[in-house]
Each structure stands twice: as structure tokens, then as C-alpha cells.
């Protein structure tokens, strides 16, 4: 049996030079999904609308979130440069 070569996506991929915005935006959707549900649902519990309550909170919160990662993510970066060594 031949091995056959996995399954191509079938979306096309962006270039490479564009992964510096998506990094960040992923990121921010993901963390700020999560801390405003918890957060959340710590103030309010399971109360009637605590779906568009997190909703609101979610978009306010990535709205701030996703400029201070394009902004701080150099920074970051070079502070990690500076801790940790870096494979050749």
C-alpha cells in the first residue's frame, strides 16, 4: 500500500506576512471569549440575559484587547528573546 499524502485544506491559505495580525486576532478572541464568560457568569450566575450580557462584554473586551496585542506583541516578543534562549 501506497501512503497516500494527507488532504489539502480545502480554503486557501493566507501568505505568510500576514500571520503578525492574525496571531493577535485569534489570540484576543479566544482570551477575551473566555474572561468575559467567566466573568461573567461570576457577577450574574445563570440570570435571564446572561447571553447578551457576556456578548457585550466579549466585544467591548476584544475591542480593547485586539490593539494593545498589535501594539505590545513586539515588545513581548523581544522580552522573551531576552529570557529564554532560543533555538539555532
Not at 7 to 20: C, D, G, H, M, V
Not at 21 to 46: A, D, E, K, N, Q
Not at 66 to 85: N, S, W
Amino acid at each position: 500500500m501506497q501512503n497516500s499524502p494527507p488532504p489539502s485544506p480545502s480554503f486557501r491559505k493566507l501568505p505568510a506576512r500576514y500571520a503578525a495580525v492574525i496571531l493577535p486576532l485569534l489570540l484576543s478572541c479566544i482570551m477575551t471569549c473566555l474572561i468575559s464568560g467567566i466573568s461573567t457568569l461570576r457577577g450574574v450566575g445563570f440570570a435571564p440575559g446572561v447571553l447578551q450580557l457576556w456578548l457585550g462584554s466579549w466585544g467591548l473586551s476584544w475591542l480593547i484587547a485586539f490593539p494593545t496585542l498589535l501594539a505590545v506583541l513586539p515588545l513581548v516578543r523581544r522580552l522573551t528573546a531576552a529570557v529564554v534562549e532560543l533555538p539555532q
